[in-house]
């Protein structure tokens, strides 16, 4: 069903187009984890009501509860859980940012991955991009992990790529690994099919002089053991290899 719209003229071209206001007999709201609305420009997650909305997923109990929730602003009344992240613009529109589904939780910080994604893909040799959670082989903790295609006749290093994303993004928004695909896997449904995504590959690793001392050959295999990784070098980066403080 149609639940908002925009009309779009040259004033915003080259802008972020907002998917709008809500049409006729249709609500929107935008809420925080806890059913609150949030402030303009802070982002949130997107609930529809309204004569519109239907009872629920036929013979989904489940999916119906997880997604009609009770509407905390009118006695009786229900909101569908979107699963779209947005934010209201000062000048009343909505703009999408991305889905709740892919928002993930790395060492304490809160990570919309598809922030991550267009900021790649927003690089000049980025033809398309993903970003996913993965973790380290025989070991609890998770990382980010970028998959990238390149545009036909670019030849570019993963590394160049993570530093051009790390002048943008803050450091616990870079992902630990970039990995170049001829294309990136899609379901039949032509939608990313993130399983089967290969096991992402390491970057800078090598980059620098082998270890020549005792200590140096200590503190590199100390670096294998704990990020899971091969050939570290003496001047290689313990952050850009995919260590982190804690």
């Given at each position: 069903m149609e639940v908002t719209s925009w009309r779009a003229d040259q004033r915003s071209a080259g802008s972020s187009v907002p998917i709008g206001l809500p049409v006729a007999n249709t609500s929107v709201v935008v809420l925080d984890g806890w059913l609150r609305p949030v402030p303009v420009g802070v982002v949130g997650e997107l609930y529809l009501g309204g004569v519109q909305l239907a009872r629920g997923y036929h013979a989904r109990a489940g999916l119906t509860a997880s997604r009609f929730v009770a509407d905390p602003f009118t006695a009786g009344g229900r909101l569908y859980r979107t699963g779209d992240v947005v934010r209201w613009l000062p000048?009343?529109?909505?703009?999408?940012?991305?889905?709740?589904?892919?928002?993930?939780?790395?060492?304490?910080?809160?990570?919309?991955?598809?922030?991550?994604?267009?900021?790649?893909?927003?690089?000049?040799q980025v033809g398309s991009a993903a970003v996913v959670v993965r973790q380290r082989p025989g070991r609890s903790e998770s990382y980010l992990a970028a998959y990238v295609t390149v545009v036909p006749g670019v030849d570019v290093a993963p590394g160049v790529l993570r530093a051009a994303v790390g002048e943008v993004l803050p450091e616990y928004m870079v992902p630990s690994t970039v990995t170049v695909l001829e294309s990136l896997p899609v379901t039949v449904n032509g939608k990313l099919d993130r399983a089967a995504l290969p096991e992402p590959e390491s970057v800078s690793v090598g980059s620098g002089r082998e270890p020549v001392s005792v200590a140096e050959r200590v503190l590199c295999a100390v670096f294998v053991d704990v990020l899971g990784v091969e050939g570290v070098g003496v001047e290689d980066d313990f952050f850009h290899l995919g260590g982190d403080s804690i």
């Open positions: 000048s009343g529109g909505l703009e999408y940012v991305g889905r709740s589904d892919f928002q993930v939780k790395i060492r304490g910080q809160r990570i919309e991955v598809d922030e991550i994604r267009a900021v790649f893909e927003s690089l000049s």
